[in-house]
């Protein structure tokens, strides 16, 4: 019985990443445009072809769990990028921008990582072994990808809008 609970929670968070994942990869087009400084645009589109591969491993993971993938809508994802796109508008054309663009996209970061790793310890409990490692391929890049953003945001992006 704790068992088939923990199998639902889990099929329902992947369906809320997997939503979510998309909605990222419509995003990061956006973001990377608005960029100013050319190294956040090249991290943004980086991180978008990242992003394409998070989308197919969890296609993989559906399939390993013999389920059409399937999105759920998920307000959390819905509510950061259209915190990020309010900074996009409001901070258009001023030296904060880019600024802005690195916390907003780090608040996404950290809603995967939160994610990724909850989902990586239930696949270890319910003994999903390769979705598990799927889930971990994908948290690896995303701790990168915010550890880059960290060091963009001291080295330069902050210092330029200070
Ligand atoms: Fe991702
Ligand atoms: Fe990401």
């Known amino acids: 019985m704790a068992d088939k609970q923990l199998d639902d929670l889990f099929l329902d ?3 809320d990443i997997y939503y979510a994942e998309r909605q990222i990869l419509k995003a990061l087009p956006k973001m990377a445009k608005a960029a100013q ?3 956040l645009r090249a991290g943004f589109e980086q991180h978008r072809a990242e992003t394409e ?3 197919e491993r969890l296609e993989q993971v559906f399939e390993l769990l013999g389920k059409a993938p399937r999105g ?3 307000d959390a994802i819905l509510g950061i990028l259209e915190e990020g796109k309010e900074i996009m508008d409001e901070f258009k ?3 904060a921008l880019d600024a802005g663009l690195v916390s907003a996209a780090q608040a996404v970061e950290h809603y995967e990582i939160a994610r990724y790793g909850t989902l990586a310890t ?3 409990q319910l003994g999903h072994k390769e979705a598990m490692n ?3 391929q994908t948290l ?3 701790e990168a990808t915010d550890e880059k953003l960290s060091s963009l945001a001291k080295t330069s992006v902050n210092l330029k809008a200070a």
């Open 140 to 142: 690896k890049e995303e």
């Open 122 to 124: 239930w696949a270890k």
């Open 53 to 55: 591969v998070h989308v």
């Open 134 to 136: 799927l889930f971990l």
């Open 13 to 15: 968070t992947l369906k």
């Open 93 to 95: 054309g001023t030296s």
């Open 37 to 39: 400084s050319a190294e």
């Open 72 to 74: 759920k809508t998920c």
